[in-house]
């Protein structure tokens, strides 16, 4: 069993950075792939990153490359999400998921992932 929470979000301007924790209680955390996801207002959930459980390899979609970074540290059972030069449209409800193994055939698809936190809100202004 694996329990998730989210801190870090809030209100930012445009073009700054901002990190996100995930905050992880269970032994398992330590043997599962975990991911970020976002959810704007009316719009689907949306993969953000993933990294495998023992953080040697990671997947980000093509448009946020080069501006997210996913990373993670076993021995404090936390995950990162470091977003840099924030946007408007980042906008979103971030969620951390851990899957109940190391890695994942589909880093995008929700289903992969058994262990959810709340979310944390982003708020990104022009």
Sequence with gaps: QVQL?????????AGVSLRLSCTASGSAFTSSAMA?????????REFVAGISYSGDSWH???SLKGRFTISRDNGKKLGYLL??????E???DYYC??????HVPIWDSPQEYIYWGQGTRVTVSS
Excluded: C, I
């Excluded at 929470?5 to 301007?13: F, H, I, N, T």
């Excluded at 977003?83 to 408007?88: A, F, G, I, V």
């Design 90 to 92: 980042d906008t979103a």
């Design 97 to 102: 998921a851990a899957a109940n193994k190391p």
């Design 5 to 13: 929470v989210e801190s870090g979000g809030g209100l930012v301007q």
């Design 36 to 44: 970020w996801f976002r959810q704007a207002p009316g719009k689907e």
């Design 83 to 88: 977003m840099d030069t924030l946007k408007p």
């Design 60 to 62: 980000l979609p093509d």
